[in-house]
């Protein structure tokens, strides 16, 4: 099946500091999703790429949709405490399935 | 609203027991899914339904079966219980997938079996 590949697999950061993250695939993909999860429960949606070369803002969160569809980025700006977690990427190619990356678990020093 | 809810939080089952983890939406949604979690793997999609009635497989459907009788519940059955179906198990919810929409989770059902 499709994979994504998902890198850092972690960061241990200081606090302040701007943190970048990528997600690439074999495969081309028409949405590209950024998730969130906090320690004990289910991931919850920070971004929604939707355009090849989109760039969508959440606040500190940046994320792009790569120009040959194939990849997306997540940066976060002046890294807190409450970034820590695991950030994934999911990818939809217009069917009913979403396929995830394994995850880049963040930890900030403070 | 509730969200999506899972029953139960947390669950230790013996290799061959069987057992039916819950889930339940309020939004209405017509599509809802479930996925298992094992560190490392990021989430990967066992079975979805994209309506009442209507069920299909996803990366991981083996040793899982499921049913879609209300738009509100699709709950996921393991027949037989073995160890490598140790895992965090996520149900979630959206008005559509294919469209990218997002997909509300629950908060997880954490199953070990032993």
């Known amino acids: 099946g499709q994979q994504l590949n998902q890198s850092p697999q972690s960061m241990f950061i200081q606090e302040g500091e701007d943190v970048s993250m990528n997600c690439t695939s074999s495969s081309i993909f028409n949405t590209w999703l950024w998730y969130k999860q906090e320690p004990g429960e289910g991931p919850v949606l920070l971004i929604a790429l939707y355009k090849a070369g989109e760039l969508t803002s959440n606040g500190r969160l940046t994320a792009q949709f790569g120009i040959t569809r194939k990849d997306s980025f997540l940066n976060i700006s002046a890294s807190i405490p409450s970034d820590v977690g695991i950030y994934f990427c999911?990818?939809?190619?217009?069917?009913?399935?979403?396929?995830f990356g394994g995850g880049t678990r963040l930890m900030v020093k403070p | 609203n509730a969200g999506v809810t899972q029953t139960p939080k947390f669950q230790v089952l013996k290799t061959g027991q069987s057992m039916t983890l819950q889930c339940a939406q309020d939004m209405n949604h017509e599509y809802m899914s479930w996925y298992r979690q094992d560190p490392g793997m990021g989430l990967r999609l066992i079975h979805y339904s994209v309506g009442a009635g209507i069920t299909d497989q996803g990366e991981v459907p083996n040793g899982y079966n499921v049913s879609r009788s209300t738009t509100e519940d699709f709950p996921l059955r393991l027949l037989s219980a073995a160890p490598s179906q140790t895992s965090v198990y996520f149900c979630a919810s959206s008005y559509s997938p294919s469209s990218g929409t997002q997909q509300f989770f629950g908060p997880g059902t954490r199953l070990t079996v032993l």
């Open positions: 999911a990818g939809n190619n217009a069917g009913n399935m979403l396929t």
